[in-house]
Protein backbone atom coordinates (compact mmCIF):
# COMPACT_ATOMS: atom_id res chain seq x y z
CA UNK A 1 0.00 0.00 0.00
CA UNK A 2 1.34 3.88 -1.07
CA UNK A 3 0.72 5.79 1.82
CA UNK A 4 1.40 9.61 1.85
CA UNK A 5 2.10 11.68 5.43
CA UNK A 6 1.19 14.76 5.41
CA UNK A 7 2.77 15.97 8.33
CA UNK A 8 5.16 19.69 9.61
CA UNK A 9 6.30 17.70 12.85
CA UNK A 10 9.64 16.17 11.32
CA UNK A 11 10.29 14.00 14.62
CA UNK A 12 6.43 12.84 14.67
CA UNK A 13 6.01 12.08 10.96
CA UNK A 14 9.58 10.40 10.82
CA UNK A 15 8.54 7.89 13.17
CA UNK A 16 5.12 7.24 12.09
CA UNK A 17 7.03 6.70 8.86
CA UNK A 18 9.08 4.33 9.79
CA UNK A 19 7.09 2.55 11.61
CA UNK A 20 4.30 2.10 8.77
CA UNK A 21 7.81 0.68 6.50
CA UNK A 22 8.78 -1.61 9.19
CA UNK A 23 5.17 -2.96 8.32
CA UNK A 24 5.30 -3.94 4.59
CA UNK A 25 3.56 -0.56 3.73
CA UNK A 26 5.48 1.81 0.99
CA UNK A 27 5.27 4.87 2.73
CA UNK A 28 6.19 8.57 1.68
CA UNK A 29 6.44 11.89 4.21
CA UNK A 30 5.97 15.89 3.42
CA UNK A 31 6.47 18.22 5.93
CA UNK A 32 6.06 21.35 3.90
CA UNK A 33 2.26 21.38 2.68
CA UNK A 34 3.08 24.07 -0.11
CA UNK A 35 4.68 20.97 -1.85
CA UNK A 36 1.72 19.02 -2.10
CA UNK A 37 0.40 19.54 -5.66
CA UNK A 38 3.47 18.06 -7.01
CA UNK A 39 3.67 14.89 -4.77
CA UNK A 40 -0.19 14.15 -6.34
CA UNK A 41 0.92 15.19 -9.97
CA UNK A 42 3.80 12.64 -10.19
CA UNK A 43 2.54 10.01 -7.45
CA UNK A 44 -0.33 8.17 -6.65
CA UNK A 45 -1.45 6.86 -3.33
CA UNK A 46 -3.77 4.65 -2.09
CA UNK A 47 -4.30 6.68 1.39
CA UNK A 48 -3.17 10.22 3.04
CA UNK A 49 -2.94 10.50 6.20
CA UNK A 50 -3.29 14.76 7.02
CA UNK A 51 -2.42 16.79 9.84
CA UNK A 52 -4.69 19.71 10.84
CA UNK A 53 -2.72 22.50 12.22
CA UNK A 54 0.85 22.59 9.09
CA UNK A 55 2.96 25.80 8.72
CA UNK A 56 1.10 27.60 5.46
CA UNK A 57 -2.06 26.13 4.96
CA UNK A 58 -5.12 24.57 7.10
CA UNK A 59 -5.37 21.06 7.03
CA UNK A 60 -9.20 21.17 6.82
CA UNK A 61 -8.39 23.53 3.76
CA UNK A 62 -6.48 20.79 2.11
CA UNK A 63 -8.48 18.46 3.24
CA UNK A 64 -11.19 20.03 0.94
CA UNK A 65 -9.15 20.10 -2.08
CA UNK A 66 -8.05 16.41 -1.95
CA UNK A 67 -11.65 15.32 -1.81
CA UNK A 68 -12.43 17.32 -4.49
CA UNK A 69 -9.53 16.51 -6.84
CA UNK A 70 -9.09 13.06 -5.97
CA UNK A 71 -12.17 11.65 -3.96
CA UNK A 72 -11.16 7.98 -4.92
CA UNK A 73 -8.40 8.43 -2.25
CA UNK A 74 -9.33 7.92 1.20
CA UNK A 75 -8.07 10.85 3.97
CA UNK A 76 -7.32 10.07 7.38
CA UNK A 77 -6.62 12.94 9.92
CA UNK A 78 -4.04 13.00 12.40
CA UNK A 79 -4.51 15.64 14.87
CA UNK A 80 -4.30 17.27 18.61
CA UNK A 81 -7.22 18.65 18.21
CA UNK A 82 -10.03 16.24 19.81
CA UNK A 83 -13.01 18.43 20.07
CA UNK A 84 -16.09 17.28 18.48
CA UNK A 85 -16.32 20.45 16.55
CA UNK A 86 -13.00 20.03 14.53
CA UNK A 87 -14.35 16.04 14.03
CA UNK A 88 -17.78 17.01 12.50
CA UNK A 89 -16.18 19.72 10.25
CA UNK A 90 -13.73 17.10 8.64
CA UNK A 91 -16.02 14.02 8.37
CA UNK A 92 -18.66 16.53 6.75
CA UNK A 93 -15.48 17.39 4.49
CA UNK A 94 -14.95 13.86 3.36
CA UNK A 95 -12.75 12.74 6.00
CA UNK A 96 -12.70 8.68 6.28
CA UNK A 97 -11.12 8.72 9.96
CA UNK A 98 -10.31 10.83 12.70
CA UNK A 99 -7.43 9.92 15.47
CA UNK A 100 -6.11 11.98 17.77
CA UNK A 101 -2.54 12.38 19.34
CA UNK A 102 -0.77 10.90 20.82
CA UNK A 103 -1.75 7.21 18.92
CA UNK A 104 -0.29 4.26 19.56
CA UNK A 105 0.93 3.57 16.10
CA UNK A 106 -0.70 0.11 16.19
CA UNK A 107 -3.90 1.80 16.56
CA UNK A 108 -3.16 3.74 13.50
CA UNK A 109 -1.90 0.67 11.16
CA UNK A 110 -5.15 -1.09 11.92
CA UNK A 111 -7.24 2.08 10.98
CA UNK A 112 -4.94 2.81 7.64
CA UNK A 113 -6.19 -0.82 6.69
CA UNK A 114 -9.92 -0.83 7.83
CA UNK A 115 -10.27 2.10 5.67
CA UNK A 116 -8.31 0.74 3.10
CA UNK A 117 -10.48 -2.10 3.00
CA UNK A 118 -13.67 0.03 2.92
CA UNK A 119 -12.24 1.51 -0.42
CA UNK A 120 -10.74 -1.75 -2.53
CA UNK A 121 -7.43 -1.01 -2.42
CA UNK A 122 -5.38 -3.96 -3.61
CA UNK A 123 -4.92 -6.97 -1.47
CA UNK A 124 -1.56 -8.50 -0.32
CA UNK A 125 -1.60 -11.12 -3.10
CA UNK A 126 -3.54 -11.12 -6.33
CA UNK A 127 -4.37 -13.70 -8.31
CA UNK A 128 -4.47 -13.01 -12.58
CA UNK A 129 -4.72 -15.99 -14.39
CA UNK A 130 -1.27 -18.48 -13.42
CA UNK A 131 0.09 -15.29 -11.67
CA UNK A 132 0.25 -14.53 -8.34
CA UNK A 133 1.59 -10.76 -7.55
CA UNK A 134 2.66 -10.31 -4.12
CA UNK A 135 1.91 -6.46 -3.67
CA UNK A 136 3.48 -5.82 -0.07
CA UNK A 137 6.88 -7.81 -1.93
CA UNK A 138 6.40 -6.47 -5.19
CA UNK A 139 7.07 -10.17 -6.43
CA UNK A 140 5.53 -12.08 -8.94
CA UNK A 141 5.09 -16.02 -9.16
CA UNK A 142 4.01 -18.25 -12.13
CA UNK A 143 3.92 -21.83 -10.68
CA UNK A 144 5.86 -21.33 -8.19
CA UNK A 145 8.62 -19.66 -9.57
CA UNK A 146 9.53 -16.32 -9.45
CA UNK A 147 9.76 -13.70 -12.26
CA UNK A 148 11.90 -11.15 -12.42
CA UNK A 149 10.91 -7.64 -12.92
CA UNK A 150 12.38 -4.39 -13.49
CA UNK A 151 11.50 -2.05 -11.35
CA UNK A 152 10.00 0.50 -14.03
CA UNK A 153 8.16 -2.86 -15.38
CA UNK A 154 6.91 -3.01 -11.84
CA UNK A 155 5.88 0.70 -11.36
CA UNK A 156 3.86 0.71 -14.78
CA UNK A 157 1.91 -2.99 -13.20
CA UNK A 158 1.06 -1.80 -9.86
CA UNK A 159 -0.75 1.83 -11.10
CA UNK A 160 -2.16 -0.84 -13.83
CA UNK A 161 -3.36 -3.12 -10.75
CA UNK A 162 -4.53 -0.30 -8.46
CA UNK A 163 -6.57 1.29 -11.26
CA UNK A 164 -7.37 -2.15 -12.44
CA UNK A 165 -10.87 -1.96 -14.86
CA UNK A 166 -10.32 1.75 -15.59
CA UNK A 167 -8.02 2.89 -18.69
CA UNK A 168 -4.74 4.47 -17.27
CA UNK A 169 -3.20 7.22 -19.31
CA UNK A 170 0.26 7.61 -20.88
CA UNK A 171 0.48 10.97 -19.16
CA UNK A 172 -0.48 9.28 -15.85
CA UNK A 173 2.11 6.65 -15.97
CA UNK A 174 4.66 8.76 -17.10
CA UNK A 175 4.12 11.17 -14.29
CA UNK A 176 3.76 7.95 -11.96
CA UNK A 177 7.17 6.17 -13.14
CA UNK A 178 9.32 8.69 -14.26
CA UNK A 179 8.53 12.37 -12.72
CA UNK A 180 9.32 15.39 -14.55
CA UNK A 181 12.14 13.62 -16.57
CA UNK A 182 11.41 13.89 -20.33
CA UNK A 183 9.99 10.32 -21.21
CA UNK A 184 7.79 10.22 -24.70
CA UNK A 185 4.78 7.52 -25.05
CA UNK A 186 6.81 5.46 -26.82
CA UNK A 187 9.10 4.49 -23.59
CA UNK A 188 5.45 3.40 -21.58
CA UNK A 189 5.01 1.34 -25.03
CA UNK A 190 8.40 -0.54 -24.60
CA UNK A 191 7.57 -1.44 -20.72
CA UNK A 192 4.11 -2.46 -21.49
CA UNK A 193 5.50 -5.19 -24.52
CA UNK A 194 8.06 -6.53 -21.88
CA UNK A 195 4.98 -6.94 -19.19
CA UNK A 196 2.86 -8.97 -21.60
CA UNK A 197 5.26 -11.35 -21.87
CA UNK A 198 4.65 -12.34 -18.44
CA UNK A 199 0.66 -11.54 -17.94
CA UNK A 200 -1.47 -13.89 -19.39
CA UNK A 201 -2.65 -12.67 -22.86
CA UNK A 202 -5.37 -9.90 -23.12
CA UNK A 203 -4.78 -9.44 -20.06
CA UNK A 204 -3.53 -5.41 -20.64
CA UNK A 205 -6.31 -3.83 -23.02
CA UNK A 206 -5.21 -1.12 -24.96
CA UNK A 207 -7.10 2.09 -25.83
CA UNK A 208 -5.19 3.65 -28.49
CA UNK A 209 -3.91 7.61 -28.12
CA UNK A 210 -5.10 7.57 -24.43
CA UNK A 211 -3.31 4.48 -22.55
CA UNK A 212 -4.15 1.39 -21.27
CA UNK A 213 -6.32 -0.68 -18.67
CA UNK A 214 -5.80 -4.05 -17.13
CA UNK A 215 -8.24 -6.65 -17.40
CA UNK A 216 -6.99 -9.44 -16.12
CA UNK A 217 -9.04 -11.61 -13.14
Known amino acids: MRILIIEDDLVLGSSV ?3 LKSEGE ?13 FFNFGHYDIVLLDLMLKIRKGESILSQLKKNNPEIPVLII ?12 FKKGADDY ?15 SVSKRYGCPAD ?6 LCIDVSAETIF ?33 NYVWGD ?10 YIRHL ?7 AIKTYKGRGYMLVGK
Open 99 to 113: IVKPFDPRELLLRVR
Open 181 to 190: KPVGTESVRT
Open 79 to 90: TAKGGIESKEEC
Open 142 to 174: KNDSELKLTKREWDILYILLINRGNVVSFEKMI
Open 125 to 130: RVQIGD
Open 196 to 202: RQYLPDN
Open 17 to 19: RDY
Open 26 to 38: NVSLITDDRKIDR
